[in-house]
C-alpha cells in the first residue's frame, strides 16, 4: 500500500520527459486537436447565447447547467475512476461528447437552435464531464509513471493551453466567416482524433482494488483523507476559492467584448486566444519557476498577481491594453492551479488518487458554475466591470487568508 511520502524524483523530470513515452506521445497529439474543437465551441457557444439573449445571466445559466451533473456525481466519479481502467472511460466519454457536440451543430445549421437547446446540451455534457475530467487527470499516472508524473502533468498543461490558442483564434476566423455552426461541427470531428489515439494505445490495465468496500464507503475515505491531509485540504480548498471566484471571471469575457470594447466577435476571440498564449508560456516556465522559488510559494505569489491583473482589466476600455491583460490572466492563473494540481498529484497516493481528483474535479466542473450564475446576476445589477472586479477581489482575498493559514501548503517544493 501506498504511503503518504511518495516518491519525489518526477519533481526533478524535465518538462518534457514524459514525451518519450510513445502512449503519452499519442494521448498529447490526440487531445490537441479534440481539445482545440471544444475551444472553438466554448467561444462560439459564448457568443451565440449573447447573440440569443442579450444576458450576462444566460451565460451564467448555461455555465450552471454544465456544473449540476458534476456537482453530484463527481464524487463517485472517482470511485468508478478508482475501480475501472481509465482508457476504457474515456473512450465512452469523449465518443458521448462527440455526438453532443455533432446535435448542437445540427440545430444551429437548421437555424432552429435557442437557448434551452444549448442548457440541455450542457447539462448532458456535463454528465460527462464528471467522469470524464477526473479520468484525463489521472490516466497521465497510467501513460508516464510516478518518476516523469510532474512533466506528464506539465505537458498536460501546455498540450491543454495550446488549445486555447489555436480553438478561439479558429473560432475567431470561422465565426467571422461562416458562423458558429461550423464551430460546433467542427469540434465534433475533433473528437475522431483522440478516440482513434486511445484505441491504438497499449496501456496496461493497473490494479487500484480498495478491497471489498462499497462505493459509499470507497466514497466516505476518499473524503476522509482529503479533509485531514495537512496540503492536500487547504490545496483542494484553495482550488474551490479561485474556480468559484476568479477564474469565473472568463465566463463573462463574451459580455465584457460586447458592452465595454464593442467588438462581440472579433475581440472575444482575440482576448480568449490571448489567455491560452499566457497560459501555454505559464506551462513552459512552471517548472524553473518551481524549482526556483518553491511551488508553494509559486501559487502564493500567483492569487496576488492575477487579482492585480484583473483589477486593472475591468478598468479598462482599449481592446490592445485588455489583451495584453488577459495573456498576464491566463498566464498568473494557469500557473496557480497546473501547480496546484501538481502537488496535490504528488502528495496523493495510488489508491486514493481517483477519488482526490474527483474532488479535485468538483471545484471546477461541480461549484464553479454555481459562482458563474450568481456572477451573471451580480452583472445584471452592477454592470460586467464591476461584478468581474468584485470577484477577483473576493477570490485574492480568501486565496490570500487560506495560504496564510496554511504555511504547510506555502512551503511546498
Given at each position: ?39 472553438m465551441q466554448i467561444v462560439a457557444q459564448g457568443w ?49 461528447q462527440m455526438f453532443l457536440a455533432l446535435i448542437l ?309
Amino acid at each position: 500500500m501506498a504511503t503518504l511520502a511518495t516518491p519525489r524524483s518526477g519533481l526533478q523530470a524535465g518538462t518534457l520527459s514524459a514525451l518519450r513515452y510513445p502512449n503519452f506521445r499519442l494521448y498529447f497529439i490526440g487531445q490537441l486537436i479534440s481539445l482545440s474543437g471544444s475551444w472553438m465551441q466554448i467561444v462560439a457557444q459564448g457568443w451565440l447565447v449573447f447573440n440569443l439573449t442579450k444576458s450576462e445571466l444566460w451565460l451564467g445559466i448555461v455555465a450552471c447547467a454544465a456544473g449540476v451533473p458534476a456537482l453530484l456525481l463527481s464524487p463517485f466519479a472517482g470511485v468508478v475512476v478508482d475501480r475501472f481502467p481509465r482508457r476504457k472511460i474515456l473512450l465512452i466519454s469523449q465518443t458521448v461528447q462527440m455526438f453532443l457536440a455533432l446535435i448542437l451543430a445540427a440545430l444551429t445549421f437548421a437555424e432552429v437552435v435557442q437557448v434551452w437547446h444549448i442548457v440541455g446540451l450542457a447539462f448532458m455534457l456535463g454528465i460527462t464531464n464528471a467522469i470524464d475530467a477526473p479520468s484525463r487527470q489521472t490516466i497521465i499516472v497510467d501513460l508516464v509513471g510516478r518518476d516523469d508524473l510532474t512533466s506528464g502533468i506539465a505537458l498536460n498543461s501546455i498540450m491543454f493551453n495550446a488549445s486555447r490558442v489555436f480553438g478561439p483564434a479558429a473560432a475567431g476566423i470561422a465565426l467571422a466567416q461562416v458562423g458558429p455552426a461550423w464551430c460546433f461541427f467542427l469540434n465534433g470531428l475533433s473528437f475522431l482524433a483522440v478516440i482513434f489515439m486511445l484505441l491504438i494505445m497499449h496501456v496496461e490495465s493497473q490494479s487500484r482494488s480498495t478491497g471489498d468496500l462499497n462505493p459509499i464507503q470507497r466514497l466516505k475515505e476518499g473524503v476522509s483523507f482529503s479533509r485531514k491531509h495537512p496540503t492536500i485540504a487547504p490545496l483542494l480548498l484553495l482550488a474551490m476559492v479561485a474556480s468559484v471566484f476568479t477564474a469565473n471571471i472568463s465566463q463573462l469575457m463574451p459580455a465584457f467584448a460586447d458592452e465595454v470594447l464593442h467588438s462581440p466577435k472579433e475581440a472575444y476571440a482575440t482576448l480568449s486566444t490571448a489567455v491560452g498564449i499566457g497560459a501555454v508560456i505559464a506551462g513552459i516556465l512552471m517548472a524553473y519557476l518551481g524549482r526556483a522559488f518553491g511551488r508553494g510559494r509559486v501559487v502564493f505569489g500567483m492569487a496576488v498577481f492575477v487579482t492585480f491583473v484583473m483589477v486593472l482589466f475591468t478598468r479598462n476600455t482599449a481592446i490592445p491594453t485588455a489583451t495584453f491583460l488577459m495573456a498576464l490572466f491566463g498566464f498568473g492563473i494557469i500557473l496557480e492551479f497546473v501547480t496546484v494540481n501538481t502537488l496535490i498529484q504528488s502528495e496523493v497516493p495510488d489508491e486514493f488518487r481517483g477519488r482526490v481528483m474527483s474532488l479535485y474535479t468538483l471545484t471546477w466542473f461541480g461549484l464553479a458554475p454555481f459562482g458563474a450564475l450568481a456572477l451573471g446576476l451580480t452583472a445584471e445589477q452592477i454592470g460586467t466591470p464591476d461584478a468581474m472586479l468584485l470577484y477577483a477581489l473576493i477570490g485574492g482575498v480568501l486565496s490570500v487568508i487560506i495560504l496564510l493559514r496554511s504555511g504547510r501548503a506555502r512551503r511546498l517544493q
